[in-house]
């Protein structure tokens, strides 16, 4: 069964980075979809940033990511990296990758355990 390795969490100070990973235990399927996720406290899931598509993909980032989050993937590790930069107080979060991947007769959302970035002085 698939599962994802997601990394790259942490403690960050307001205007800094971090970089997430995320890494699909299994070769053997298409990646429809693949990108992060996360929920604040107090607040509903919500989508940060996603790849889909083939080739380059079609991306779709959330509002308050545009233009400092930056998702990218590689197809031949089947990993999906999200660079979070300007990093706000209002990033912190667990952050969840999912993937929409397609076997030989059954596609399935997969879901990361989630990571934790924080965000503060």
């Known amino acids: 069964q698939v599962q994802l390795v997601e990394s790259g969490g942490g403690l960050v100070h307001p205007g800094g980075s971090l970089r997430l990973s995320c890494a699909a235990s299994q070769s053997s399927f298409s990646i429809k979809a693949m990108g992060w996720y996360r929920r604040a406290p107090g607040k509903q899931r919500e989508l940060v940033a996603l790849?889909?598509?083939?080739?380059?993909?079609?991306?779709t980032y959330a509002d308050s990511a545009k233009g400092r989050f930056t998702i990218s993937r590689d197809n031949a590790k089947n990993t999906v990296t999200l660079q979070m930069n300007s990093l706000k107080p209002e990033d912190t979060a667990v952050y969840y990758c999912?993937?929409?991947?397609?076997?030989?007769?059954?596609?399935?959302?997969?879901w990361g355990q989630g990571t934790q970035v924080t965000v503060s002085s």
């Open positions: 790849l889909s598509g083939a080739g380059v993909g079609t991306t």
């Open positions: 999912y993937a929409l991947l397609s076997g030989l007769i059954s596609v399935n959302p997969y």
